[in-house]
Structures are given as structure tokens and as C-alpha cells.
Nanobody, 125 residues
Framework: QVQLVESGGGLVQAGGSLRLSCAAS????????MGWFRQAPGKEREFVSA????????YYADSVKGRFTMSRDNAKNMIYLQMNNLKPEDTAVYYC??????????????????WGQGTQVTVSS
């Protein structure tokens, strides 16, 4: 099994920054990808960003492009999401996810096999 633990969420004013972290432990894979998703109250979970853990190629939702940066540390089995210029509409629970057996980052929730418990991000106006 794989365990994913997110951290770094909190309350921040609009225009501020937060850095989320996600630590993966347990079973390891030679090829895998990881992603960040978020779910606001009353809304479906949506894609935020994803990264190939092999190549480092990243993908972003249009809503966060230019403001969020995803990175990885393969040695530590960790990913990060640096969020700058936060907006109230970024308020959500943020989840990290792992896609096994494929190093291709995906925007589709259904292609991820393991999920963390989530961390709350609240942006006040």
C-alpha cells in the first residue's frame, strides 16, 4: 500500500502564498506520476497540477497557471505545490494523488490510484 500525507495548508489573505507538501511512503514504483487536486464546498474535485516523477514534466489547470508551481524531490518521495497570488476562489481542500505504473502525468482523477486525506486552504478576501 501507499500512504500520502499532505501538509502546509492554512488561512491566508488574498495575494498571499502557501506551500503544500505531500509525502509518499509505503510501496514504491519505478514509474509513477503525482498530482494535486482540490475540492471546494459543494463542488466536484478538480485537477490542479500534475508531474511526471521520472521526467519532471508538469501540467497545470488554466485557473492556476502562472501562479502555482509544482515540484518534486524523488530522493524524499515528496512533491510540493507553491501557491502564489492566492485568490478566494482557490479556497478548497487540496489532495495529493499518485498514479502507479505510469510516469505520464494525467489531469483525470480516475487515473490516480492513491489519495491523501487532504489539507484545507482558505483564502480570505
Amino acid at each position: 500500500q501507499v500512504q500520502l500525507v499532505e501538509s502546509g495548508g492554512g488561512l491566508v489573505q488574498a495575494g498571499g502564498s502557501l506551500r503544500l507538501s505531500c509525502a509518499a511512503s509505503g510501496r514504491t514504483f519505478s514509474n509513477y506520476a503525482m498530482g494535486w487536486f482540490r475540492q471546494a464546498p459543494g463542488k466536484e474535485r478538480e485537477f490542479v497540477s500534475a508531474i511526471s516523477m521520472r521526467t519532471g514534466t508538469t501540467y497545470y489547470a488554466d485557473s492556476v497557471k502562472g501562479r502555482f508551481t509544482m515540484s518534486r524531490d524523488n530522493a524524499k518521495n515528496m512533491i510540493y505545490l507553491q501557491m502564489n497570488n492566492l485568490k478566494p476562489e482557490d479556497t478548497a481542500v487540496y489532495y495529493c494523488a499518485l498514479r502507479r505504473y505510469s510516469a505520464s502525468a494525467s489531469v483525470l482523477l480516475s487515473e490516480y490510484n492513491y489519495w491523501g486525506q487532504g489539507t484545507q486552504v482558505t483564502v480570505s478576501s
